[in-house]
């Protein structure tokens, strides 16, 4: 069983060191013979740019110091969104009074794009960074709380029925019994969040900003720098897929159990 695990894992790292050497000769060769090469540079020009831009500045920082930017904005308005996404979801979907009070706002806020906010968020917080950690929390906190309801709502009532039989009282069917039955579905709508909001720093920086990845793209815009947009693209690529390993392995760890049964 070990074994096969492994053998697994290889051939999923394999395939993966394929399709993106696929990609790169691909790339390369439309760069090269077709009309694309005057358009934008070949991926070896954007690979080099990349790790020189580790410690050569852009702006006022390298690239590192841009994601860092970046990443601190998502950590705490993420963090924020997932507190009371996860508290606001459970108690809708565990209690039909206060999912009567507030599920009608919540579904008039839920289908408009994060982005959309950016004028609003200029006028209620400024330029600073209030608007950036605006925007992100409601990008985190509306999947975070749908995932949580639906998880909350959809657990099995027998489960709740005899913890009730048993003595339980409301509060400790809440915490026994309902939380623990949504931290699967809870963690499935982290993870998505996890993108959504990392999608949404970038388009924030591009509004206004001084630093972060997204700044980074825009100012090489502005300046007709290709290789420089395309390194930022790369490293929200490269950082995007690795908050979602990240958020896999913890789901991993912390949901072993819903895993082995």
Not at 36 to 53: A, Q
Not at 61 to 88: E, F, P, Q
Not at 137 to 165: C, E, Q, R
Not at 193 to 221: C, D, F, H, P, Y
Request: charged content about 10%; proline content about 4%.
């Amino acid at each position: 069983m070990k074994g096969s695990k492994f053998k697994d894992m290889y051939l999923s790292f394999f395939a993966a060191v394929i399709s993106i050497v696929v990609f790169i000769i691909i790339w390369q060769l439309a760069v090269s013979f077709s009309e694309l090469g005057k358009l934008m540079p070949g991926p070896f020009t954007v690979i080099y740019e990349f790790f020189y831009t580790l410690v050569k500045p852009i702006g006022k920082y390298s690239i590192i110091g841009h994601v860092a930017w970046s990443l601190s904005r998502v950590l705490i308005a993420y963090v924020v969104a997932a507190i009371l996404g996860i508290t606001l979801g459970v108690l809708m979907g565990w209690n039909r009074y206060i999912c009567a009070v507030f599920d009608p706002i919540y579904q008039l806020i839920r289908p408009i794009p994060p982005i959309a906010w950016i004028p609003i968020a200029i006028l209620w917080f400024g330029l600073g960074e209030l608007s950036k950690y605006f925007l992100i929390f409601l990008a985190a906190f509306n999947t975070i709380t749908l995932n949580a309801y639906y998880g909350a709502k959809n657990v099995d009532k027998t489960l709740i029925g005899a913890s009730k039989m048993l003595g339980a009282n409301e509060i400790q069917t809440l915490f026994t019994v309902v939380l623990p039955s949504s931290v699967p579905v809870i963690f499935a709508g982290l993870q998505v969040a996890v993108s959504v909001s990392w999608a949404t720093v970038v388009g924030a920086e591009m509004v206004r900003s001084s630093e972060g990845a997204g700044w980074v793209i825009i100012n090489g815009q502005e300046t007709n720098n290709t290789t420089q947009i395309l390194v930022g693209i790369m490293a929200i690529g490269i950082v995007g897929y690795i908050l979602a390993i990240i958020m896999r392995k913890v789901e991993d760890k912390l949901c072993s159990w819903n895993k082995n049964s």
